[in-house]
């Protein structure tokens, strides 16, 4: 039995460097300190596999060998005038330096999930740029920790007991007892509401909240959890204060904070269904804060308003540090998504929806971006790596994805590799193959290889070298 | 009747999904629409029931299932997933983004099955020649 140690976890961006994971005859027999989401990835991963590369013949999926494999998708990706190379996010930055390679020789489109995630975020950041900073920054100092339009305790669940609230830093103090009397108090309160409801005329509602419930604030001194979110999810129930905005109001809440920061008076009872009472607490929170973050997620970049939300919300933060110090960050899902916008970013100067066709780069997301241009119906063939577009993408998009030639690249069978046309088993990337990821504060940390993956089933990176190595052979360049 | 949507993840989401989107439990978890109560009385649904779930891009049926989180009627939530996103509009409105939260769609109960992840691609794309 072998215990590794300092194992990177390859699923969210948090990329928890923590963990420990035990091995024994080169299969996975438990993981330490892992989340939910981390540790059914590691524990999982063999369950399910696909470990042959697969071709369609006469509609049917069948074996076939690797060479094969390669040599077909070559072929389509070399014959295409217009192929999308999508995905990139849940690999290695190694497997995507070869991935944009691939792009340039075969003059075709390349773009990463942030397309469907945090796309919207880097348009922004591009309009009015963004102060950021590590997440050791914010576990250290932050005393006024936001969520908006994030779910943490679902998405990133170590994220608040790693970098935030729940973290004990040098300067700030963990919040774990303040949660744990709040839960107590919240259990008791639900108790009395029960027998309230048994005995008074009018059930609960008649019972009066007592002044802890309604307003449970820590001391000024001790940092503080606030979510913003269209409904009370589970990390809100941690926060010390909780704001809920009608769905697409976000926008609207934003403006109406930027104002009340300048001490402007607003001539309204509530802004998107928030009293303006709450506003004005929050935004003497946030000027009287000593250090203050905002973490955003998709509640701002896939609701009405998209980048304009985020647009809001970096000019919220601008304004405040007219103040105090105050910073902001995307919430960030796949573990390297970062580290895909990061190596397009180096190889073509661009972070995602990169256009190689005229035999440059050229990136104008709403054109040049995979939804695009899949709605459009203009590309002719696509390979997907470490993706499943088909569970991700709209239907209209699916349904021109499915039409052409595909190619998949993935360890497991996703809806994506089941309407594919050649199907590649790739091993798992932190599990099976080493590599270089970066977290969701642009730090680069190395993702170990703690297991061999099947026989015959290579890196990422390597299985696109020899797809790379093939297309340049068809095309005659050496 | 018509509700507005929001699409999102959860904690079962992401943890079957690990186990493979063609597992029956990675269904469970993903082809379920939350409701607040009072909307389920109002289209005459129970917990466990089914319901298509209806966009100008076409429809999808799926489990209800009675939300605790949901505290406003008229809101809806359905976890981010196959089923979800084959009802879902593409326009982008040049941003590169389609809108995957807080649009309009019908709700109406239903008899038919869920479709699982097999039938939900042939039914919805066809097969692949």
């Known amino acids: 039995m072998q215990v590794v140690s300092g194992v990177l976890c390859p699923f969210c961006g948090c990329c928890c460097d923590d963990l420990e994971v035990i091995v024994e005859n080169n299969t996975i027999v438990d993981v330490r300190n892992a989340c939910a989401l981390g540790a059914s990835?590691?524990?999982?991963?063999?369950?399910?596999?696909?470990?042959?590369?697969?071709?369609?013949?006469?509609?049917?999926?069948?074996?076939?060998?690797?060479?094969?494999?390669?040599?077909?998708?070559?072929?389509?990706?070399?014959?295409?005038?217009?192929?999308l190379l999508y995905g990139w996010s849940n690999t290695s930055c190694e497997a995507i330096k070869v991935g944009l390679e691939l792009a340039e020789e075969v003059g075709g489109v390349i773009d990463n999930t942030s397309t469907v995630c945090h796309g919207p975020s880097i348009l922004a950041i591009q309009e009015v740029g963004i102060p950021g900073c590590t997440l050791g920054q914010i576990r250290h100092r932050a005393d006024l920790i936001i969520y908006w339009g994030s779910n943490p305790w679902s998405a990133h669940p170590r994220h608040l007991e790693r970098y935030t609230a729940l973290s004990e830093g040098r300067f700030q103090r963990a919040a774990w007892k303040r949660y744990l009397s709040r839960l107590i108090l919240e259990s008791a309160r639900k108790r009395r509401y029960r027998a309230a409801g048994r005995v008074l005329k009018g059930g609960a509602a008649a019972l009066p909240p007592t002044?802890?419930?309604?307003?449970?604030?820590?001391?000024?001194?001790?940092?503080?959890?606030?979510?913003?979110?269209?409904?009370?999810?589970?990390?809100?129930?941690?926060?010390?204060?909780?704001?809920?905005?009608?769905?697409?109001?976000?926008?609207?809440?934003?403006?109406?904070?930027?104002?009340?920061?300048?001490?402007?008076?607003?001539?309204?009872?509530?802004?998107?269904?928030?009293?303006?009472?709450?506003?004005?607490?929050?935004?003497?929170?946030?000027?009287?804060?000593?250090?203050?973050?905002?973490?955003?997620?998709?509640?701002?970049t896939m609701s009405v308003g998209k980048s304009r939300n985020v647009e809001a919300a970096i000019k919220l933060t601008r304004d405040l540090n007219m103040y105090t110090k105050f910073l902001i960050m995307p919430m960030r899902g796949h573990f390297n998504v970062t580290g895909a916008n990061i190596v397009?970013?180096?190889?073509?100067?661009?972070?995602?929806?990169?256009?190689?066709?005229?035999?440059?780069?050229?990136?104008?997301?709403?054109?040049?971006?995979?939804?695009?241009?899949?709605?459009?119906?203009?590309?002719?063939?696509?390979?997907?790596?470490?993706?499943?577009?088909?569970?991700?993408?709209?239907?209209?998009?699916?349904?021109?994805?499915?039409?052409?030639?595909?190619?998949?690249?993935?360890?497991?069978?996703?809806?994506?590799?089941?309407?594919?046309?050649?199907?590649?088993?790739?091993?798992?990337?932190?599990?099976?193959?080493?590599?270089?990821?970066?977290?969701?504060?642009?730090?680069?940390?190395?993702?170990?290889?703690?297991?061999?993956?099947?026989?015959?089933?290579?890196?990422?990176?390597?299985?696109?070298?020899?797809?790379?190595?093939?297309?340049?052979?068809?095309?005659?360049?050496? | 009747m018509e509700f507005i949507l929001i699409t999102g993840r959860t904690i079962d989401q992401g943890k079957f999904k690990e186990h493979a989107k063609i597992t029956e439990k990675y269904m469970e978890s993903v082809a379920v629409c939350e409701m607040h109560i009072d909307d389920m009385m109002k289209i005459g649904v129970r917990d466990g029931d089914n319901i298509k779930v209806i966009t100008k891009d076409g429809s999808v049926v799926v489990k209800v299932k009675r939300s605790k989180r949901i505290k406003t009627p008229g809101v809806v939530f359905i976890p981010f997933g196959p089923w979800v996103n084959s009802i879902l509009p593409s326009e982008t409105e040049g941003t590169g983004m389609p809108q995957l939260k807080g649009f309009k769609v019908r709700i109406e109960p239903t008899s038919e099955p869920v479709p699982d992840i097999k039938e939900l691609l042939l039914k919805t794309y066809g097969s692949k020649k």
């Open chain 1, 211 to 300: 002044e802890e419930e309604r307003r449970m604030l820590p001391p000024p001194e001790e940092r503080k959890l606030v979510i913003i979110d269209v409904q009370k999810t589970r990390s809100a129930d941690l926060a010390d204060i909780f704001i809920k905005v009608e769905p697409g109001g976000d926008y609207d809440v934003l403006q109406a904070l930027r104002a009340l920061i300048r001490d402007e008076e607003l001539d309204v009872d509530r802004v998107a269904g928030v009293p303006i009472e709450e506003l004005e607490e929050l935004a003497d929170l946030m000027v009287n804060c000593r250090f203050g973050i905002i973490f955003f997620g998709l509640g701002l």
């Open chain 1, 41 to 83: 990835k590691f524990m999982e991963y063999a369950t399910h596999r696909n470990t042959k590369p697969l071709i369609r013949k006469n509609g049917e999926l069948v074996e076939t060998t690797l060479d094969e494999a390669i040599k077909q998708c070559a072929k389509i990706l070399a014959e295409a005038s217009y192929p």
């Open chain 1, 344 to 478: 397009f970013t180096w190889q073509t100067g661009y972070p995602y929806a990169v256009d190689f066709s005229h035999g440059y780069p050229r990136y104008n997301p709403g054109e040049t971006s995979a939804i695009d241009i899949l709605s459009r119906g203009d590309a002719d063939a696509a390979l997907i790596v470490a993706s499943d577009p088909v569970s991700s993408f709209p239907r209209r998009a699916v349904e021109n994805l499915v039409k052409m030639p595909l190619v998949v690249i993935d360890p497991c069978m996703t809806p994506t590799a089941l309407m594919a046309d050649v199907v590649i088993p790739s091993a798992f990337v932190g599990i099976e193959a080493e590599g270089t990821a970066y977290r969701m504060d642009h730090v680069p940390l190395p993702l170990k290889k703690i297991a061999e993956p099947p026989k015959g089933v290579l890196p990422d990176a390597e299985i696109l070298q020899r797809i790379l190595h093939e297309v340049r052979e068809i095309k005659g360049v050496s």
